[in-house]
């Protein structure tokens, strides 16, 4: 929370020379008779406190460790649903598309590794936003006690999301390879890999944007729980998960579908892990001019109303 500016004014009307005379030991002091404090909340836009967060980045990792503990707690399988998640609905895809003849894809790529490349990102997205939309909320004990950045509370997800994907990840350079050496395709990662960390940075950007919007908004007003659901359901049919952007969307609308953030974050990790066609270009500059704007107003959004956020959780 944003410190308040506080000033202190002396009472006129306090006589002087009889302060109060100083408390001997092992009793309490109190303010000196006739000391008015005036607590004033701060005018204009709010502090972002970066070096506030840095202070506590400790937190941050315990937070996400925790998180990550109470999600595989008494588990089976443990981190293997990281795996089977993506893998499941890849296959689910697959054997529909595979029913109806057609797929939405181009030549040359398989349609399996084409959708489980694009359910890596989205599934760190829909991760990220299905815990940080409720986290304000779920650890409103802590946020009511103890004082910490509570950025730090719809942050922490997208580090467990983060943890997940790596995860997944290995599987796909495992059905990459598996493709590149028994079947007729050539899937050997190409120098455009070297690109993959800055897609990542923008799936992590984007889902932490809509992590703030969101959990913000679930602290003011509880029917967005209900809402991230549905969020999440319509966005992996309007994002380019199981197509491809260039096979369906005609070429003179994709600047217009950039505006879905994650169409851009998606089409730039086929690109850089596939190494088909050209990047992104306009799509992705679209999509990337809109995570900005996201992020930057959900910071903001999410500072202005700290105050308000902390006494409704």
């Known amino acids: ?39 004033q909340a701060n005018q204009g836009w709010p502090s972002l406190g970066l070096k506030e967060l840095w202070r506590y980045r400790e937190l941050l990792w315990f937070l996400s460790l925790r998180d990550i503990k109470v999600r595989y707690k008494q588990t089976v399988l ?10 499941l609905t890849m296959l689910v895809f697959n054997l529909l598309f595979s029913l109806i003849g057609r797929k939405p894809v181009g030549e040359g790529i398989p349609y399996a590794v084409t959708t489980y490349c694009a359910l890596l990102p989205w599934q760190l997205f829909s991760s990220s936003v299905a815990q940080s939309g409720g986290s304000l909320v779920a650890n409103a004990n802590l946020v009511k006690k103890v004082y910490f950045p509570r ?8 580090i467990c999301a983060l943890i997940d994907f790596f995860v997944a990840f290995l599987v796909l350079l495992v059905i990459m390879a598996g493709y590149s050496v028994l079947g007729p395709y050539d899937l050997t990662p190409t120098w455009r890999i070297l690109t993959l960390p800055l897609f990542l940075l923008l799936a992590v950007l984007t889902s ?23 969020i999440i359901s319509i966005g992996q049919f309007i994002s380019p998960v199981v197509y491809e952007t260039q096979a369906v969307i ?30 992104p270009g306009l799509l992705l500059l679209v999509s990337s001019l809109m995570v900005v704007c996201l992020l930057v107003g959900g910071v903001f959004f999410f500072r202005r109303m700290e105050h308000t956020i902390v006494d409704l959780v």
Do not use: C
């Not at 020379?17 to 002091?29: F, I, K, L, M």
């Not at 950025?151 to 997208?158: G, Q």
């Not at 809509?210 to 729980?225: H, P």
């Not at 070429?251 to 851009?264: F, K, S, T, V």
């Open 1 to 39: 929370m944003t410190s308040d500016a506080t000033s202190v004014q002396e009472d006129p009307t306090q006589e002087p020379g009889h302060d109060e005379a100083p408390a001997s030991p092992g009793t309490t002091s109190r303010p000196a008779k006739g000391v008015v404090q005036i607590i």
């Open 250 to 279: 005609p070429a003179r609308w994709q600047a217009i579908y950039g505006l879905n953030p994650m169409a851009g974050v998606i089409e730039g990790f086929r690109w850089a892990l596939l190494g088909r066609g050209e990047p």
């Open 151 to 158: 950025l730090l509370a719809p942050a922490s997800p997208v």
């Open 208 to 230: 932490l944007a809509a992590g703030l919007w969101l959990s913000a908004l679930n602290a003011l007003y509880r029917d967005v729980r209900y809402i991230i659901p549905f």
């Open 78 to 87: 443990g981190a293997g649903w990281a795996i089977i998640r993506p893998l």
